[in-house]
């Protein structure tokens, strides 16, 4: 192998290496950080039906609405329903791998941020300006429909399902 090449390798290598990446169980790698303005970019893409999702692992209330968000979007997919679950756990659980574990011991099948800001003051009312801060927080969003949905509280499989039967409306 040549000089050239092998600098190509290892840079390629390198670049895999710190790359980073979502977790998405059976492809589990580490969760990848974003900012608010990059998240909220995302899912203002138009193409998808978004089900952006806010929690914590100290959070009751988000911890049992998640397997229901995993279960449905997963059935939607086909629909073009993509699920983002955003942890907002602190920057210490996340650098040290805890949130990676706690991610995959629950077996989610669904992509998983950590929102790397420490400011809500600043980040919750990008996201929507009525969000006083509290979690569970989910934004069904649908932008070729123009459907928009804020519900700051926990919701039950047949809210989920019912919100997303309406983004899925032509012309909602």
């Not at 969760?31 to 952006?52: C, E, F, N």
Request: charged residues 20%; contains cysteine; neutral net charge.
């Amino acid at each position: 192998m040549n000089f050239g090449m092998r600098h190509l390798l290892a840079g390629t290598i390198l670049f895999m290496l710190i790359m980073p990446c979502t977790c998405v169980i059976g492809q589990h790698k580490s969760i990848a950080a974003t900012s608010v303005v990059d998240l909220v970019k995302r899912y203002q893409q138009p193409g998808q039906v978004w089900v952006v999702n806010f929690w914590s692992t100290w959070c009751k209330p988000c911890l049992e609405e998640i397997p229901h968000f995993v279960a449905v979007a997963n059935e939607m997919k086909d629909k073009g329903v993509k699920l983002l679950l955003v942890s907002q756990d602190t920057r210490s659980l996340y650098q040290s791998g805890k949130l990676d574990d706690f991610v995959r011991k629950r077996a989610w099948k669904a992509e998983v941020v950590w929102l790397a800001e420490t400011n809500a003051d600043y980040y919750c009312p990008v996201v929507d300006s009525s969000w006083s801060g509290v979690i569970p927080v989910t934004v069904v969003i649908n932008l070729q429909t123009g459907f928009y949905r804020f519900v700051e509280d926990s919701l039950s499989e047949a809210q989920l399902r019912a919100l997303l039967a309406e983004a899925l409306k032509p012309g909602t």
